[in-house]
Protein backbone atom coordinates (compact mmCIF):
# COMPACT_ATOMS: atom_id res chain seq x y z
CA UNK A 1 0.00 0.00 0.00
CA UNK A 2 1.23 3.06 -1.52
CA UNK A 3 1.51 6.57 1.42
CA UNK A 4 -0.58 9.37 1.01
CA UNK A 5 1.73 12.07 0.44
CA UNK A 6 0.42 15.10 2.06
CA UNK A 7 3.51 17.26 2.53
CA UNK A 8 4.34 20.20 0.39
CA UNK A 9 6.76 18.52 -1.64
CA UNK A 10 8.36 16.33 -3.06
CA UNK A 11 4.15 15.49 -4.19
CA UNK A 12 2.82 12.35 -5.73
CA UNK A 13 3.94 11.76 -9.04
CA UNK A 14 1.10 10.53 -11.63
CA UNK A 15 1.30 7.21 -13.03
CA UNK A 16 2.17 8.54 -16.59
CA UNK A 17 4.76 10.83 -15.15
CA UNK A 18 5.92 8.08 -14.04
CA UNK A 19 5.95 5.91 -17.09
CA UNK A 20 7.19 8.71 -19.11
CA UNK A 21 10.25 8.93 -17.03
CA UNK A 22 11.15 5.30 -18.25
CA UNK A 23 11.63 6.10 -21.85
CA UNK A 24 14.74 5.10 -22.84
CA UNK A 25 17.62 7.52 -23.11
CA UNK A 26 18.49 10.01 -25.79
CA UNK A 27 21.29 12.10 -27.40
CA UNK A 28 20.66 15.57 -25.54
CA UNK A 29 21.88 16.92 -28.80
CA UNK A 30 20.03 15.16 -31.37
CA UNK A 31 16.84 16.06 -33.05
CA UNK A 32 14.80 14.15 -30.56
CA UNK A 33 15.81 15.83 -28.03
CA UNK A 34 15.07 19.47 -29.47
CA UNK A 35 11.74 18.28 -30.15
CA UNK A 36 11.21 17.60 -26.60
CA UNK A 37 12.45 20.63 -25.55
CA UNK A 38 9.95 22.29 -28.20
CA UNK A 39 7.33 20.78 -26.48
CA UNK A 40 8.33 21.84 -22.48
CA UNK A 41 9.10 24.92 -23.32
CA UNK A 42 5.62 26.00 -25.21
CA UNK A 43 3.68 24.21 -22.22
CA UNK A 44 5.56 26.18 -19.78
CA UNK A 45 4.75 29.52 -21.45
CA UNK A 46 0.94 28.32 -21.90
CA UNK A 47 0.75 27.67 -18.26
CA UNK A 48 2.89 31.21 -17.61
CA UNK A 49 0.92 33.31 -20.04
CA UNK A 50 4.25 33.89 -21.67
CA UNK A 51 4.54 35.23 -25.47
CA UNK A 52 6.29 33.36 -27.88
CA UNK A 53 9.35 35.03 -27.27
CA UNK A 54 9.88 34.63 -23.78
CA UNK A 55 11.60 31.56 -22.75
CA UNK A 56 12.05 29.51 -19.45
CA UNK A 57 15.36 28.59 -18.21
CA UNK A 58 15.45 24.81 -16.76
CA UNK A 59 18.18 24.18 -14.57
CA UNK A 60 18.54 20.47 -13.29
CA UNK A 61 18.77 21.76 -9.44
CA UNK A 62 16.26 21.77 -6.42
CA UNK A 63 14.59 25.01 -5.51
CA UNK A 64 17.33 26.33 -3.61
CA UNK A 65 19.48 25.94 -6.78
CA UNK A 66 16.88 28.19 -8.57
CA UNK A 67 17.09 30.99 -5.64
CA UNK A 68 21.05 30.96 -6.00
CA UNK A 69 20.84 31.28 -10.12
CA UNK A 70 18.19 33.97 -10.01
CA UNK A 71 20.39 36.42 -7.69
CA UNK A 72 23.97 35.82 -9.44
CA UNK A 73 22.57 36.35 -12.39
CA UNK A 74 21.10 39.94 -12.08
CA UNK A 75 22.91 41.54 -9.18
CA UNK A 76 26.94 42.47 -8.59
CA UNK A 77 28.91 42.65 -5.41
CA UNK A 78 27.44 45.06 -2.44
CA UNK A 79 24.07 45.60 -4.44
CA UNK A 80 21.57 46.25 -1.57
CA UNK A 81 18.71 44.21 -1.58
CA UNK A 82 15.44 44.28 0.27
CA UNK A 83 14.56 40.56 1.43
CA UNK A 84 11.21 40.41 1.77
CA UNK A 85 10.67 37.85 4.97
CA UNK A 86 7.26 35.47 5.93
CA UNK A 87 9.09 32.21 6.89
CA UNK A 88 11.89 29.95 6.60
CA UNK A 89 12.14 30.22 2.53
CA UNK A 90 11.70 33.67 2.53
CA UNK A 91 15.33 34.18 5.14
CA UNK A 92 16.84 31.00 3.09
CA UNK A 93 16.75 33.77 0.08
CA UNK A 94 18.10 36.65 2.48
CA UNK A 95 20.92 34.05 3.46
CA UNK A 96 21.94 33.04 -0.17
CA UNK A 97 21.93 37.02 -0.85
CA UNK A 98 24.18 37.50 2.34
CA UNK A 99 26.11 34.84 1.16
CA UNK A 100 27.00 36.26 -2.24
CA UNK A 101 28.20 39.32 -0.70
CA UNK A 102 25.07 41.77 -1.37
CA UNK A 103 23.51 44.29 1.30
CA UNK A 104 20.67 42.98 2.70
CA UNK A 105 18.10 44.52 4.26
CA UNK A 106 15.07 42.37 5.92
CA UNK A 107 11.31 43.16 5.73
CA UNK A 108 9.98 40.85 8.05
CA UNK A 109 6.76 39.94 9.70
CA UNK A 110 5.20 37.58 12.50
CA UNK A 111 4.85 33.73 11.19
CA UNK A 112 1.24 33.18 9.64
CA UNK A 113 1.62 37.51 8.91
CA UNK A 114 1.59 38.40 5.30
CA UNK A 115 3.99 41.25 4.27
CA UNK A 116 1.74 43.89 1.91
CA UNK A 117 2.73 46.36 -0.84
CA UNK A 118 2.26 49.33 1.63
CA UNK A 119 5.23 48.13 3.54
CA UNK A 120 7.00 47.65 0.12
CA UNK A 121 6.69 50.55 -0.74
CA UNK A 122 7.92 52.51 2.34
CA UNK A 123 10.89 50.88 2.56
CA UNK A 124 11.61 51.52 -0.75
CA UNK A 125 10.64 55.12 -0.51
CA UNK A 126 13.12 55.14 2.51
CA UNK A 127 15.86 53.45 0.53
CA UNK A 128 14.96 56.25 -2.22
CA UNK A 129 15.43 59.15 0.50
CA UNK A 130 18.54 57.68 1.74
CA UNK A 131 20.09 58.13 -1.57
CA UNK A 132 20.94 54.52 -1.39
CA UNK A 133 18.30 52.73 -3.39
CA UNK A 134 17.09 49.17 -3.61
CA UNK A 135 19.05 47.41 -6.80
CA UNK A 136 16.28 44.32 -6.24
CA UNK A 137 13.30 43.15 -4.04
CA UNK A 138 13.52 39.75 -2.58
CA UNK A 139 9.92 37.73 -2.01
CA UNK A 140 8.54 34.49 -1.51
CA UNK A 141 4.98 34.21 -3.41
CA UNK A 142 3.51 31.09 -1.68
CA UNK A 143 5.41 30.74 1.90
CA UNK A 144 5.02 26.88 2.67
CA UNK A 145 6.44 27.44 6.29
CA UNK A 146 3.34 29.03 7.31
CA UNK A 147 0.40 28.57 4.23
CA UNK A 148 0.71 32.01 3.43
CA UNK A 149 0.04 33.80 -0.22
CA UNK A 150 1.75 37.05 -0.91
CA UNK A 151 -0.09 39.70 -3.61
CA UNK A 152 2.66 39.30 -6.24
CA UNK A 153 0.73 41.46 -8.18
CA UNK A 154 0.03 44.76 -5.77
CA UNK A 155 3.84 44.01 -4.75
CA UNK A 156 5.32 44.27 -8.33
CA UNK A 157 3.38 47.82 -9.28
CA UNK A 158 4.90 49.45 -5.97
CA UNK A 159 8.41 47.56 -7.40
CA UNK A 160 8.23 48.59 -10.97
CA UNK A 161 8.42 52.37 -10.26
CA UNK A 162 11.48 52.32 -7.98
CA UNK A 163 13.85 50.49 -10.76
CA UNK A 164 14.83 47.66 -8.70
CA UNK A 165 14.54 44.14 -9.94
CA UNK A 166 11.33 42.19 -8.54
CA UNK A 167 12.96 38.60 -7.82
CA UNK A 168 10.27 36.12 -7.09
CA UNK A 169 10.19 32.85 -5.81
CA UNK A 170 7.40 31.05 -6.75
CA UNK A 171 8.64 26.97 -5.97
CA UNK A 172 4.99 26.21 -4.05
CA UNK A 173 3.09 28.35 -6.39
CA UNK A 174 3.61 28.15 -9.82
CA UNK A 175 0.83 25.92 -11.52
CA UNK A 176 -1.14 25.48 -8.43
CA UNK A 177 -2.32 29.37 -8.51
CA UNK A 178 -2.59 32.01 -11.25
CA UNK A 179 0.83 33.60 -11.96
CA UNK A 180 1.67 35.97 -15.10
CA UNK A 181 5.26 37.46 -14.90
CA UNK A 182 5.04 39.41 -18.07
CA UNK A 183 1.60 41.05 -17.27
CA UNK A 184 2.51 41.71 -13.17
CA UNK A 185 5.79 43.09 -14.26
CA UNK A 186 7.44 40.59 -12.27
CA UNK A 187 11.72 40.44 -13.30
CA UNK A 188 12.48 36.90 -12.49
CA UNK A 189 10.10 34.17 -11.25
CA UNK A 190 11.45 30.55 -10.14
CA UNK A 191 10.69 27.41 -9.71
CA UNK A 192 10.62 23.97 -8.96
CA UNK A 193 9.59 20.80 -10.43
CA UNK A 194 8.31 18.92 -7.23
CA UNK A 195 5.43 20.68 -6.05
CA UNK A 196 2.73 21.77 -8.14
CA UNK A 197 4.11 21.13 -11.49
CA UNK A 198 3.56 17.13 -10.60
CA UNK A 199 7.51 16.13 -11.42
CA UNK A 200 9.87 14.61 -9.03
CA UNK A 201 12.52 16.84 -7.62
CA UNK A 202 15.46 17.75 -9.86
CA UNK A 203 14.49 20.61 -12.12
CA UNK A 204 14.53 24.26 -11.32
CA UNK A 205 13.28 26.82 -13.90
CA UNK A 206 14.06 30.68 -14.40
CA UNK A 207 11.61 33.27 -16.21
CA UNK A 208 13.98 36.34 -17.00
CA UNK A 209 11.69 39.23 -18.35
CA UNK A 210 13.95 42.13 -20.47
CA UNK A 211 15.21 44.01 -17.72
CA UNK A 212 16.71 40.67 -15.78
CA UNK A 213 18.29 39.81 -19.13
CA UNK A 214 19.79 43.62 -19.72
CA UNK A 215 21.00 42.78 -16.16
CA UNK A 216 22.13 39.37 -16.66
CA UNK A 217 24.63 40.79 -18.86
CA UNK A 218 25.76 43.44 -16.50
CA UNK A 219 26.07 41.83 -13.48
CA UNK A 220 29.09 40.42 -12.01
CA UNK A 221 28.73 38.28 -9.25
CA UNK A 222 30.49 34.46 -9.52
CA UNK A 223 28.85 32.07 -11.92
CA UNK A 224 29.41 29.73 -14.17
CA UNK A 225 27.28 26.49 -14.01
CA UNK A 226 24.24 28.96 -13.11
CA UNK A 227 25.03 31.41 -15.80
CA UNK A 228 21.36 31.89 -18.07
CA UNK A 229 23.71 33.47 -20.73
CA UNK A 230 24.50 30.34 -22.34
CA UNK A 231 21.18 28.97 -21.47
CA UNK A 232 19.56 31.50 -23.82
CA UNK A 233 22.01 30.76 -26.79
CA UNK A 234 20.76 27.50 -26.77
CA UNK A 235 17.14 28.55 -27.19
CA UNK A 236 16.84 28.44 -30.95
CA UNK A 237 18.28 24.96 -31.22
CA UNK A 238 16.82 23.07 -28.49
CA UNK A 239 19.60 22.22 -26.67
CA UNK A 240 20.84 23.40 -23.33
CA UNK A 241 24.52 24.05 -22.67
CA UNK A 242 25.33 21.23 -20.53
CA UNK A 243 23.71 17.59 -19.78
CA UNK A 244 20.33 18.20 -18.89
CA UNK A 245 18.29 15.79 -16.91
CA UNK A 246 16.97 14.16 -20.21
CA UNK A 247 14.26 11.50 -17.91
CA UNK A 248 13.16 14.68 -16.20
CA UNK A 249 12.16 16.63 -18.93
CA UNK A 250 10.11 13.24 -20.20
CA UNK A 251 8.10 13.54 -17.02
CA UNK A 252 8.24 17.48 -17.28
CA UNK A 253 6.42 17.45 -21.11
CA UNK A 254 3.52 14.47 -18.94
CA UNK A 255 3.10 16.38 -16.14
CA UNK A 256 2.22 19.81 -18.21
CA UNK A 257 0.08 18.06 -20.43
CA UNK A 258 -1.75 16.95 -18.06
CA UNK A 259 -2.07 20.34 -16.57
CA UNK A 260 -3.31 22.07 -19.32
CA UNK A 261 -5.81 19.29 -20.40
CA UNK A 262 -7.03 19.56 -16.96
CA UNK A 263 -7.34 23.07 -17.87
CA UNK A 264 -5.68 26.16 -16.50
CA UNK A 265 -8.63 27.48 -14.90
CA UNK A 266 -9.68 23.72 -13.85
CA UNK A 267 -6.59 23.27 -11.85
CA UNK A 268 -6.47 26.17 -10.09
CA UNK A 269 -9.81 25.59 -8.81
CA UNK A 270 -9.38 22.45 -7.81
CA UNK A 271 -6.17 24.12 -5.21
CA UNK A 272 -8.95 27.08 -4.28
CA UNK A 273 -11.06 23.61 -3.65
CA UNK A 274 -8.74 21.85 -1.31
CA UNK A 275 -7.50 24.55 0.09
CA UNK A 276 -11.30 25.31 1.38
CA UNK A 277 -11.82 21.89 2.45
CA UNK A 278 -8.38 21.39 4.50
CA UNK A 279 -9.21 24.52 5.95
CA UNK A 280 -12.72 23.43 7.00
CA UNK A 281 -12.02 20.21 8.00
CA UNK A 282 -8.97 21.34 10.19
CA UNK A 283 -10.81 23.71 12.16
CA UNK A 284 -13.99 21.54 12.83
CA UNK A 285 -11.76 18.71 14.41
CA UNK A 286 -10.46 21.82 16.61
CA UNK A 287 -7.03 22.92 14.90
CA UNK A 288 -6.79 26.81 14.79
CA UNK A 289 -5.55 27.69 11.17
CA UNK A 290 -2.38 29.97 11.45
CA UNK A 291 -3.19 32.35 8.19
CA UNK A 292 -6.21 34.11 8.07
CA UNK A 293 -8.38 33.44 5.43
CA UNK A 294 -7.61 36.26 2.78
CA UNK A 295 -4.14 35.25 2.52
CA UNK A 296 -4.21 31.79 3.21
CA UNK A 297 -2.19 29.63 0.65
CA UNK A 298 -4.06 27.44 -1.93
CA UNK A 299 -1.18 24.88 -2.03
CA UNK A 300 -0.96 23.89 1.89
CA UNK A 301 -2.49 24.75 4.92
CA UNK A 302 -0.82 25.01 8.29
CA UNK A 303 -2.83 24.54 11.71
CA UNK A 304 -1.79 24.48 15.39
CA UNK A 305 -3.41 21.15 17.24
CA UNK A 306 -6.11 21.35 19.58
CA UNK A 307 -4.52 22.37 23.41
CA UNK A 308 -2.85 19.67 24.72
CA UNK A 309 -2.23 18.28 21.62
CA UNK A 310 1.45 17.99 20.40
CA UNK A 311 2.01 17.72 16.56
CA UNK A 312 4.55 15.59 16.41
CA UNK A 313 2.41 13.02 17.66
CA UNK A 314 -0.15 13.39 15.59
CA UNK A 315 2.50 13.68 12.81
CA UNK A 316 4.18 10.10 13.73
CA UNK A 317 0.57 8.49 14.35
CA UNK A 318 -0.87 9.82 10.51
CA UNK A 319 2.00 8.23 9.47
CA UNK A 320 2.80 4.78 11.01
CA UNK A 321 -0.92 3.80 11.75
CA UNK A 322 -2.72 5.24 9.06
CA UNK A 323 0.27 5.56 5.91
CA UNK A 324 -0.64 9.31 5.98
CA UNK A 325 2.37 11.46 5.61
CA UNK A 326 2.19 14.91 6.81
CA UNK A 327 4.19 17.84 7.19
CA UNK A 328 5.51 19.60 10.73
CA UNK A 329 6.46 22.81 11.34
CA UNK A 330 10.14 24.60 10.22
CA UNK A 331 11.78 27.30 12.32
CA UNK A 332 10.27 29.01 15.34
CA UNK A 333 6.91 26.99 14.75
CA UNK A 334 9.06 23.45 14.91
CA UNK A 335 7.51 20.87 16.98
CA UNK A 336 3.79 23.24 17.19
CA UNK A 337 1.73 22.82 14.12
CA UNK A 338 1.02 20.98 11.44
CA UNK A 339 1.04 20.89 7.78
CA UNK A 340 -1.57 19.49 5.36
CA UNK A 341 -0.28 20.34 1.32
CA UNK A 342 -2.98 20.25 -1.24
CA UNK A 343 -0.95 20.91 -4.37
CA UNK A 344 -0.36 18.87 -8.01
CA UNK A 345 -1.57 15.92 -8.21
CA UNK A 346 -3.07 15.53 -4.29
CA UNK A 347 -6.88 14.94 -5.07
CA UNK A 348 -9.84 16.26 -2.59
CA UNK A 349 -10.70 12.73 -2.13
CA UNK A 350 -6.63 12.72 -0.96
CA UNK A 351 -7.54 15.64 1.22
CA UNK A 352 -10.78 13.29 2.74
CA UNK A 353 -7.93 10.80 3.73
CA UNK A 354 -5.59 13.32 5.33
CA UNK A 355 -8.07 14.87 7.58
CA UNK A 356 -9.75 11.30 8.81
CA UNK A 357 -6.16 10.48 9.71
CA UNK A 358 -6.17 13.63 12.10
CA UNK A 359 -9.40 12.59 13.15
CA UNK A 360 -8.02 9.05 14.38
CA UNK A 361 -5.19 10.28 15.49
CA UNK A 362 -7.08 12.74 17.78
CA UNK A 363 -9.26 9.89 19.06
CA UNK A 364 -5.78 8.09 19.92
CA UNK A 365 -4.71 10.36 21.69
CA UNK A 366 -7.82 11.07 23.86
CA UNK A 367 -9.45 14.02 22.45
CA UNK A 368 -13.06 14.06 21.77
CA UNK A 369 -13.90 13.97 18.30
CA UNK A 370 -17.42 13.02 16.64
CA UNK A 371 -16.85 10.16 13.91
CA UNK A 372 -16.39 11.71 10.00
CA UNK A 373 -16.88 15.19 11.61
CA UNK A 374 -13.75 16.62 10.00
CA UNK A 375 -15.11 15.18 6.50
CA UNK A 376 -18.49 16.51 7.01
CA UNK A 377 -17.23 19.70 7.23
CA UNK A 378 -14.25 19.61 4.78
CA UNK A 379 -16.83 18.48 2.34
CA UNK A 380 -19.59 21.16 3.29
CA UNK A 381 -17.10 23.62 2.32
CA UNK A 382 -17.05 22.08 -1.53
Known amino acids: ?182 AWGVDVVLTASQKALMCPPGLGFLVLSQKAWQAAEKATLPRFYWDVRPYREGFAKGQTPYTPAVSLWYGLRESTRLILAEGLEAYWQRHRLMAAMARAGLQALGFTLLAREEWASPTVTAAFPPQGVEAAKLIRWCREEQRVVLAGGQGPLSGKIIRLAHMGFIQPEDVLVGLQALEKALHAQGVPVQPGQGAEAALAAR
Open 1 to 182: MEQVLLIPGPTPVPPQVRQAMAAPMINHRGPEFAALFAEVEANLRQILQLPADQSVVILPCAGTGAMEAALVNVFSPQDRVLACIMGVFGARFAKIASAYGLQVDRLEVEPGQVITAQAVQQRLQQAAQEGRPYAGVLVTHNETSTGVLLNLEAIAKVVQPSGALLVADAVSSLGGVPLFPQ
